[in-house]
């Protein structure tokens, strides 16, 4: 039996994304960059419908911490799937500024965050775009490959 890899957690989390988008939302993802745009929604709605403050917490419960880091997962893995299949790389939790802590996605030189951008956007608002930051790593990924 083969050892599960880092890789095929975060394509398992992809998976999962995707399921829920066409479950909850009835969105169908395609893994295209364009369906980034329809991730950058959902995650708006899910935004909007956490608790804010100590008093909307209080009130309104919502979901716990380990929950939206599991959600930010997910959705991290759905970006990176999105961003690994249009721009190849590889998946590891090796960084030099994190060894073994932080999923990560190495891509053209580029060391990128999906999840924890994702759980930024969750917890941030609008400032952390989903579907800007692809069109800042896509310029990136393009002018380093010129």
Excluded: C
Aim: aromatic share 10%; charged share 20%.
């Amino acid at each position: 039996m083969s050892e599960v890899t880092i890789t095929d957690m975060m394509q398992a989390y992809a998976q999962d994304a995707v399921d829920y988008a066409g479950n909850q939302f009835r969105v169908d993802l395609d893994f295209s960059e364009n369906s980034l745009e329809q991730v950058e929604q959902i995650l708006a709605t899910l935004h909007n419908d956490l608790p804010k403050g100590a008093l909307g917490k209080l009130f309104k419960g919502g979901p716990s911490q380990e929950q939206i880091r599991d959600m930010a997962k997910m959705w991290g893995g759905y970006v990176g799937e999105v961003i690994r299949q249009r721009w190849g790389g590889e998946w590891t939790t090796e960084t030099a500024a994190h060894p073994g802590t932080v999923i990560t996605l190495r891509v053209l030189g580029y060391d990128i965050f999906p999840s924890a951008k994702v759980h930024k956007r969750l917890t941030n608002g609008s400032e952390d775009n989903i579907w800007h930051y692809y069109q800042v790593i896509r310029q990136n990924f393009e002018t380093a490959q010129q």
